[in-house]
């Protein structure tokens, strides 16, 4: 292993550096596996990294297959389609490559491998978690963007065929066993995509931090990816081979997947259903809601806002007045409108937002008529 590279326990093994892909045959068969399913999107096959993965796997010894039939916003089709994949591989393990996307539909595909019930029926909203045991494989995630931090969550979000709703999945069993964070990987991102990714990062440490309940760790772990964000987000976006900026960014969303077991809020709510009904990037949907919610929010969560405020821009008078700052500074749009949404949709997006699980650890109760103001707010 190289000297550049560092490993973190936390449960998952983390593996950070510039080339740690390189390590995958080992870490795969490390955990017991020599036949693997790389789930990817088309994406990743198109930038070359789907296969370079395979060739690392298979030049270390483990028969690799590629399943690329993941959406943007994964539905239940695509884990249906990998769990067929994986079985006529013979697989053993599940090595996630890419965004959110694949790394949910990863997670996703290895827990139907083993468990029969249909995924409505492991749904978080509902406890569906208690259902979903140990034995689901072992999984290797490789992020190749620094937004969901999906690599080291716990959770998957797929949009359900019964619901037409974009629901998460929760449990300890979908933890990776390994995550190899590579900078160089995110080398391929465009400055939009870098750009709503890290927005996403950024949104689940604020979020985090800002949700009911005591969790102090989870609390540290979100104001430090929010201080990478404010010192890095807009580097990455600026100069997209800046490593050091690339790979501060992927320990920001790193640290918001795991700041946020605390709970996340109403900017997830309202950002979900413009991914399944509108088809916005998760991040940029967060992107667009996120001053709304936190100008909201200000009136009871006043102090943590205000610390927000002042890691992300001191001379800003509020929170929110920050949010819009960094927003505009790394180019995304100022609202909804921009990308197609309008006041003509808000019923159905309140409808579904207020089903949503997030907002209930908002740390201001929403109504649906709440919801549907931010939408507004937000156009």
């Known amino acids: 292993m190289s000297e550049s590279l560092v490993t973190w326990a936390f449960p ?31 994406g990743v096959v198109k930038v070359g990294i789907a296969e370079r993965v395979r060739a690392l796997l298979e030049e270390g010894g483990v028969a690799a297959r590629v399943f690329d039939a993941v959406d943007p916003n994964p539905v239940e089709k695509n884990i249906a389609d990998g769990v067929a994949a994986y079985r006529a591989h013979g697989a053993a393990c599940v090595v996630s490559v890419g965004g959110g996307s694949p790394l949910d539909a990863g997670k996703l595909i290895a827990l139907k491998v083993t468990h029969e019930r249909p995924l409505v029926d492991y749904d978080d909203a509902v406890d569906g978690g208690q259902h979903i045991g140990p034995n689901v494989p072992p999984i290797v995630t490789i992020p190749t963007t620094a937004g969901t931090g999906s690599e080291v969550g716990r959770s998957g979000v797929v949009t359900l065929a019964a619901t037409g709703r974009k629901t998460v999945i929760f449990s300890p069993h979908l933890l990776a066993r390994v995550a190899l964070l590579d900078p160089e990987l995110t080398r391929s991102m465009p400055a939009r995509v870098t750009a709503a990714t890290g927005f996403d990062a950024l949104t689940h440490c604020l979020e985090a931090y800002c949700s009911v309940g005591d969790h102090p760790m989870a609390d540290a ?44 809020g109403a900017c997830h709510s309202l950002a979900h259903p413009l991914s399944s009904e509108k088809g916005l990037h998760h991040g940029l949907a967060n992107a667009l809601c996120l001053p709304a919610v936190v100008d909201f929010n200000e009136s009871v969560a006043h102090a943590r806002l205000d610390r927000v405020r002042g890691i992300l821009d001191p001379g800003s008078k509020t929170c929110g007045e920050a949010v819009r700052s960094l927003r505009k500074r790394v180019g995304l749009p100022e609202g909804l409108k921009a ?13 579904k937002a207020f089903e949503d699980a997030c907002h209930r650890c908002n740390p201001k109760q929403v109504t649906r008529d709440d919801l549907a103001a931010l939408y507004r707010a937000s156009l």
């Open 339 to 351: 990308e197609g949404v309008s006041e003509a949709d808000v019923p159905k997006l309140a409808e």
């Open 221 to 264: 772990i979100a104001l430090g990816g929010l201080e990478l964000c404010a010192a890095h987000l807009a580097r990455a976006v600026e100069n997209g081979d800046d490593l050091a900026a690339r790979g501060a960014m992927m320990k920001a969303a790193m640290m918001g997947a795991v700041a946020f077991q605390k709970g996340l």
């Open 12 to 42: 998952t093994t983390i593996v950070f550096g510039a080339g740690a892909v390189r390590t995958v045959a080992d870490h795969v068969k490390r955990i017991g596996a020599r036949r693997a399913l790389v789930v990817c999107d088309a």
